[in-house]
């Protein structure tokens, strides 16, 4: 999952210096994996260096974390982009889901139109194993079986995601 | 039948809305099906995915809204009309076969074509065979009381296709068999919409059901919304 994207998804709540940054990452996202200030501001500096982020205020004289981030119009493109494009169906993509179903609620998207894109994307893979198991051998089957039960799990856990959005939105709403 | 348009679409929803008493199960709903397509209908459940098959299928007229079948106004027909196209171009498969307890097997599929003023032995003939492309011929002669849940099922999907219906209306038709059984019926009941040139309206809220259809639209609080993916 891209920690440049959810840095740019949580700084379009509003500018943040690079410490209120990770603490926000860790408290919704970061539950099995913390980020490292390390992290925070090589990724703070590429972002910078693309025109996603610009420097929104400075405290001098306390070094380099005290500055604040806010994020640019080129930023929020890149954000919303990447949350209504289907991610390709992989094992663990629930994290990746999870955090652009958050994201689209905090900055009062449709999160609605994140999952509905996302189950187009994962039926049209799923058609494709269907028809590949229709015509071919056993071993054929079963490969695609054991394929499309997963596909079939990711897609029962948007729909129950789904049915909790107004739920989840008034805990992650700021 | 009527005024059909020639390259129109061949079922087509325009803006319905059904209530139930205070109840909204339709909101403005709109769906087409062209010719031969198998369309899949998902959804939670309660937003609509039933009402809105009933209301394509002329068994429910729509508060506002109008459906078209062959560019006629099915909402406009008499009660008989109706229920006379419903004979001649629709099949119905339900999620409990709804076959007739009382008859055999092999009466229950020849029923349609005996209410359709066919003789016995032709109607009979013509059932036998679609039980062996079902693969049930081997129940022909048993009541589906004693049949097995995807037996009974495979017996409902003859049912619905031996007049050669133009459409075939499908309420959750695997909701009450186990995945090896479900996979079985999708596939003989898609491999004989597709021999057949029957549209298929399939509602479902398995996605692996769902993959057996040509598209999909997801029904969310009684409205109808079609995600286009790029490329
Ligand atoms: N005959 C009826 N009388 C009263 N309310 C009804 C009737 N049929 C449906 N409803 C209501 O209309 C709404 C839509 O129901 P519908 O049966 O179309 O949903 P569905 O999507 O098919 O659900 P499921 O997946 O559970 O079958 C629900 O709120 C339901 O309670
Ligand atoms: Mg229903």
Redesign the pocket.
Known sequence: MSIGLTLLGLLETGPRHGYDLKRAYDEHFGQDRPLHYGQVYSTLSRLLRDGLVEVDGVEVGEGPERKRYAITSAGVTDVHDWLITPERPEPYLHSTLYTKVVLALMSGRSAAEVLDVQRASHLETMRGLTRRKLTGDLADQLICDHALFHLEADLRWLELTAARLDQLAKEVRP | MSAEIDGGPLLEAVDVHKA??P?P?LDGAAIRLWPGEVVAVM?P???????LLHCLAGILRPDSGTVYYRGAELSSMSDVARSELRRTDFGFVFQFGQLVPELTCLENVALPLRLGGQRRREAERAATEWLERLEVADVANKRPGETSGGQGQRVAVARALVTGPKVVFADEPTGALDSLNGERVMKLLVNAAKDTGAAVVLVT?EARVAAYSDREVV?RDGRTRQVELAQ
């Open positions: 139930f008493g109840t199960a959804g459940s309660g937003s609509g995915k039933s009402t809220h029904v």
